[in-house]
Nanobody, 121 residues
């Protein structure tokens, strides 16, 4: 059983930065890709970024602003978010999929409970 715990959300002004963390149970990153998804009120959950041992993906709306990284020793994946915009406001979830990344929430195997990011002045 894989456990995922997100942290780092909060309130930030437009143009500001936040770093989200996804702490995974031990050895998860050896076998699973980790994706970040977000869900804004009234909208469907969308894939934001994903990282595996060989691959990193970003949705077009965050390219150049968000950076995903992983620390295998800490079994943690990070999402550095810069130049935040009000439209980035959402609950951010990390999710794990065996072996390879996916942009579809339906394909993920395990989910965290989410962390709220609010971008507002």
């Amino acid at each position: 059983q894989v456990q995922l715990v997100e942290s780092g959300g909060g309130l930030v002004q437009p143009g500001g930065s936040l770093t989200l963390s996804c702490a995974a149970s031990r050895n998860t990153l050896d076998y699973y890709a980790i994706g970040w998804f977000r869900q804004a009120p009234g909208k469907e959950r969308e894939g934001v970024s994903c990282i595996s041992s060989r691959f990193a993906y970003y949705v077009d709306s965050v390219k150049g602003r968000f950076t995903i990284s992983r620390d295998n020793a800490k079994s943690t994946v990070y999402l550095q978010m810069n130049s935040l915009k009000p439209e980035d406001t959402a609950v951010y979830y990390c999710a794990a999929k065996y072996y390879a990344c996916s942009t579809s929430p339906d394909n993920m195997d395990y989910w965290g409970k989410g962390t709220l990011v609010t971008v507002s002045s």
